[in-house]
Every structure is written in structure tokens, then in C-alpha cells.
């Protein structure tokens, strides 16, 4: 593998507004609304970073299940976890969702200690 090809699957910036452009094309592709996208505290371990957002969508069960999918074949490596599922009290919804998004971010420094 190359460094360019292993730079896209873990990139040295966290690219968050490039990031927030392709959540929103997917969740509107999804037929999701995204309600929130909250980028957390970049955490250190070992060769790389941690980068978790808290994201926040409503829309139907169907489609959320489309929109994980659809992260899982980005050439990033993204997480989730911490998914909770509620009804919506809204009439164009059924459901809330909120979880994290974890993606991961080349710490140059990998390990170095200060």
C-alpha cells in the first residue's frame, strides 16, 4: 500500500468540515435530517488520534439503517457506538437517533513522549 491510499484511510488533519459535507450529503441521501454534528477532543493513542462527533439525525428505521451502511463503505475507517433509538414526537419522523461517529486521525508524533 501506498502512502497516499493509507493518508485516505487515516488522514494527519481531522478534515472536519470536509467530514461534515459528506455526513450531510449522505444523511440527505439517507432521507435523514441531521440535527446535530458535535466534534469532540482529539484523544491521543499510541500512532493515532481518536476523533469522536456526536451526531444527532431523525428520519425512519429503514433509512437509518441505510445511512450506517452507507458509512461503513466510506474510505475512512469510522466507528459507531453508544447508538440509543427513540420515537419521534415529530409527524414527518418515526424515530431519534443519536450515537457517536469515531474516526481516526495519523498522530505524526506517534508515541513520542514530551
Known amino acids: 500500500m501506498k502512502l497516499n491510499d493509507l493518508l485516505a484511510i487515516l488522514p494527519s488533519t481531522p478534515e472536519t468540515g470536509e467530514l461534515l459535507k459528506w455526513v450531510k450529503n449522505l444523511t440527505d441521501q439517507s432521507n435523514l435530517d441531521l440535527k446535530a454534528f458535535t466534534p469532540g477532543a482529539l484523544k491521543p493513542v499510541e500512532f493515532y488520534k481518536e476523533f469522536p462527533i ?9 433509512d437509518l439503517g ?3 451502511d452507507r458509512i461503513s463503505k466510506y474510505s475512512r475507517i469510522i466507528n459507531v457506538s453508544g447508538v440509543s433509538i427513540t420515537a419521534s414526537s415529530g409527524k414527518e419522523h418515526s424515530i431519534k437517533s443519536m450515537f457517536t461517529a469515531t474516526t481516526f486521525v495519523y498522530d505524526e508524533k506517534g508515541g513520542e513522549q514530551p
Open 54 to 62: 456526536q451526531m444527532d439525525v431523525e428520519g425512519d428505521y429503514h
Open 66 to 68: 441505510v445511512f450506517f
